[in-house]
DNA sequence: AGTGAAATGACCATAAT
DNA sequence: ATTATGGTCATTTCACT
């Protein structure tokens, strides 16, 4: 079991999900603490895996990927072996940059980037659609990021 | 335009991906460059917008969100002011972490997470069946998170 | 390379259980 | 007493010029 979070984890949390490199200095400043708790703080939080790891956020046409997509997969009913088999060489894909499994009409939604349409094609063509056990591949181009990936919201109390 | 990225703006791409909190000493290290040019080029990559920020990954069962949904919203065709109000109440809504707009069948693409099924649904219900413009709402719980937000692949060249 | 700031660990204080 | 909180100080390491 996990320890119930404190306010102050629940503040540094906020804070750093808003801004991942803050200096812990800075950091204790704003949610009201001293550095050495503050830090205390962060590294147990880390241990105990409510936070998961850090992460620069790029932009991805500045890496040359003019194509984001979200491609909806359905599976054929198969043996469980074959699922993994299928997913584990989905989560090998460069392209893939994010997949959940889903309960409902479709199985599979991936989120995809790629440099250009004829890079794109040819990733849903002979990657995807080849994949032994995929009944159904669709997919819609991302126009806009109406909200791209923000903090997940601390509530105050649990 | 943007200058051209450097095999070690490459490299520090890639490390600060995996690790947003490792200090400027490690990451001159593992990319081969002595702390000051290292240093320079990171700031530069933000001053450029390549790196649009840092963000601390955080488990959302650990702040109860026990449930975690795609929701796929069709729209009425209407006038642009509509679309505008619309796309503007969904960036409000905590349970949104992310919203991309769609070509295709779907126009926009939700990314919810809520505490439990009984708020998923008073979510669903009231605040999002209820925009106005909105024909179509389909909700698609999340089994699992196979891949879960992975770093975007940082080319060799451009 | 040098200086001011930050990280980090050892140790202490207080309060609630 | 124990557990959880936060603080102070001293030392090492880092950021940045």
């Not at 491609?71 to 699922?83: A, D, N, T, Y």
Request: hydrophobic share 45%.
């Amino acid at each position: 079991m996990r320890r119930p979070l404190s306010p102050s984890d629940r503040r540094i949390l906020r804070v750093l999900q808003g801004d991942g490199r803050i200096t812990n200095a800075a950091l204790a400043e704003k949610v009201g603490l001293a550095a050495s708790p503050c830090l205390r703080r962060l590294k147990a939080l880390e241990e105990d895996g409510v936070i998961e790891g850090y992460r620069a956020v790029v932009n991805r046409k500045a890496l040359g990927f003019e194509v984001e997509a979200f491609v909806f997969i359905k599976l054929e009913q198969s043996e469980p072996g074959w699922r993994t088999r299928l997913v584990d060489r989905l989560k090998g894909y460069d392209e893939v940059i994010a997949c959940h499994a889903l309960a409902g009409e479709v199985d599979l939604i991936v989120h995809a980037v790629a440099r250009d349409l004829d890079s794109f094609g040819e990733f849903t063509m002979n990657r995807l659609l080849t994949l032994p056990g995929v009944a159904d591949v669709r997919s819609s181009f991302v126009l806009s990021a109406i909200k791209p990936l923000t903090p997940i919201p601390v509530p105050e109390h649990d």
